[in-house]
């Protein structure tokens, strides 16, 4: 059984900077429209982000890699095994098996979700986390098998947040389409689109919201996972008297390390 620093660290970093950049936007405004539950209890997405910028663990670490017939069958790759005794930093066992990759092509899905509970258990048992994550915690049995099923509930519930965020901009994009027609003013686009709670910038390097000449870019987040997310764009064109001329619908843009 070796030591060594983690072999994370390098994509630690690059993805705690782009859940940085994509987080904080998804968990402001309106959320009647999301419906995502751990153990009964409804998670807003500040909770969510909070889970997401745990996803990667980027301090000093220990990472131990360890036999795979001597991993938690709970956590059968990768399992935040609480602090060294000496060190005081956090243990994080990695599976041999990780070391072959048709496993980690096989079951990355489940790797995944792995790397994403031991950083949730890590942040939790440091007493980091909002109200509702701390009291999940807090009502959780203190066993390491318990704890862990509720880090794997969390990371369970970014999957449904991403889906529940596709099926918001599909919505959204069902209606601009349905309802905003050749020849609108352009004041009567922006008046439907604030009410839809949407947003219209200058689009590319441009900041300014709902513009008042030039094509307005409407974003729509998609999918998303620690370390890679899409969106599409809905580029609305006017014409010369700030008519709606057309609207055109951008491919899935990726954002991903």
């Known amino acids: 059984m070796g030591r060594s620093t983690s072999s994370l660290t390098a994509i630690v970093a690059l993805a705690l900077a782009l859940m940085a950049s994509v987080s904080p936007a998804r968990a402001a405004g309106d959320q009647t429209w999301l419906h995502v539950t751990v153990d009964g209890r409804h998670l807003t997405q500040t909770d969510l982000t909070q889970v997401l910028m745990w996803a990667f ?7 131990v890699t ?10 059968p790759y990768l399992w935040y095994a609480g602090n060294d005794p000496k060190t005081g930093k956090p243990s994080f066992w ?4 990780l070391e072959d990759r048709d496993t980690t092509q096989q079951y990355a ?5 792995e790397q994403i509970a031991a950083g949730v258990l890590y942040a939790l048992a440091s007493g980091k986390g909002t109200p509702a994550l701390r009291a999940l915690y807090t ?3 203190a066993d390491p098998v318990h704890r862990q099923q509720l ?3 969390l ?12 099926a918001k901009s599909k919505a959204g994009r069902a209606w601009m389409f349905a309802a905003l027609t050749a020849g609108m003013p352009r004041n009567t686009v922006y008046a439907l689109l604030r009410a839809r709670g949407l947003k219209a910038t200058s689009g590319g390097m441009g900041t300014d919201a709902f513009p008042a000449s030039g094509s307005a870019l409407v974003n729509l987040p998609g999918a998303f996972e620690p370390g890679c997310s899409f969106s599409r764009d809905v580029t609305i064109q ?19 390390l």
């Open 139 to 141: 009502a959780t049995p």
């Open 66 to 75: 360890i036999a795979a017939s001597k991993m938690p069958a709970y956590a």
């Open 109 to 113: 899905a489940t790797i995944q979700r």
């Open 155 to 166: 990371a369970g519930a970014l999957r449904t947040w991403s889906n529940e965020t596709v």
């Open 238 to 256: 006017f014409d010369s008297t700030n008519r709606l001329y057309k609207l055109d619908l951008s491919e899935p843009i990726p954002d991903c």
């Open 94 to 97: 990695v599976s041999k098996a």
């Open 151 to 153: 880090a794997q509930a």
């Open 57 to 63: 663990f980027s301090g000093s670490s220990d990472t």
